[in-house]
């Protein structure tokens, strides 16, 4: 039985594993939201990311990617021939609108769902034919996700929603616990370490979910419309949040976005129409977040659904 505040350990269904590298093992405490000025420090315009990463190669190599769902006169093509590169540490945004085919790339990048045609090297591995299980163990041990909806779940507190994907990769309970108390100081919220997300603010539960997402070290943060669902505010200290992640651990970061004011803080966007790849550029004028304490649940913030 999982615990409020600490799920047991248990294998997950689908044979999903979270890997042990120590991403956020030495974090210090960090009580507020990122500040603007450990923001402002980033290398300014013109794409610069200021991260510490050594090792700039391909993390991601996709070459004539197609995705149909369907078969026959009613087959829709959601990708029709995606040719990308992500090198380790960039930051960049998937921009178009509805129907374009960023959220089925993002799907297929983050191996949950598998191409029709074309290849996918992840790393040095081959994934264009992972499925099932295999993919489910490669995808929570390299991969993690922030979404718009958040989905964290109500009978866990804060600490336990972030031990959960690390208890279905069977982290020892000790460890696991260390990297969520770490994950939270990292996001500004160790106080809300017992709180539910019913007492939670919006920005307050999204910051969680990326604590969630970053606890137990992957490679790639894939986030789907990350400030959708909330004011101006809280999606200011959450793109700030996000940046500092980038900035600090040299984090690979995909954002989904059809704000063109969100994509403005990658270091790069790729615009997306028709299941196609229509520009990709990197950003010149930079945006960098100025984070702001997020306000009580009720006042100025959507509570999570």
């Known amino acids: 039985m999982v615990e409020a505040d600490g799920p047991g350990d248990r294998p997950a269904p689908d044979g999903s594993s979270v890997s042990s590298v120590p991403f956020l093992s030495s974090v210090s405490a960090t009580p507020a939201a990122p500040s603007a000025a450990a923001l402002s420090t980033a290398s300014g315009s013109g794409g610069g990311s200021g991260v510490p990463v050594a090792d700039r190669s391909l993390l991601v190599q996709m070459r004539g990617i197609t995705k149909s769902y369907g078969r026959g006169a009613a087959a829709v093509q959601a990708l029709a021939g995606i040719d990308l590169e992500i090198r380790r540490g960039e930051m960049l945004a998937l921009v178009g609108p509805s129907g374009s085919g960023k959220s089925t790339l993002m799907h297929v990048l983050g191996l949950l769902d598998r191409a029709t045609g074309g290849t996918y090297r992840l790393g040095d591995r ?10 489910a163990r490669l995808r929570g041990s ?26 279905y990769g069977r982290q020892p309970k000790g460890e696991r616990r260390r990297r969520a108390r770490e994950a939270l100081e990292r996001v500004g919220l160790p106080h809300l370490a017992h709180r539910y997300p019913g007492a939670m603010s919006g920005g307050q539960a999204q910051r969680v979910a990326v604590a969630r997402a970053v606890a137990a070290g992957p490679e790639i943060l ?15 200290t959450v793109l700030a949040l996000v940046q500092e992640l ?16 969100v994509a403005a803080h990658a270091e790069r966007i790729i615009q997306m129409e028709d299941g196609r790849i229509t520009s990709d550029t990197p950003v010149r004028d930079r945006l960098f977040a100025e984070a702001e304490d997020a306000a009580p649940a009720g006042q100025g913030e959507r509570a999570p659904a």
């Open 126 to 135: 081959d994934v264009t034919r992972l499925g099932g299980p295999a993919a």
């Open 142 to 167: 390299r991969v993690a996700f922030v979404f718009q909806g958040i989905h964290l779940l109500p009978s866990l507190t804060a600490l336990g929603n972030i031990e959960l994907p690390m208890a």
């Open 222 to 236: 894939l986030a789907d419309e990350p400030t959708g669902a909330l004011d101006r505010r809280s999606g200011r």
């Open 246 to 261: 980038h900035r600090t651990f040299g984090l690979t970061i995909v954002i989904v976005t059809h704000d063109p004011n």
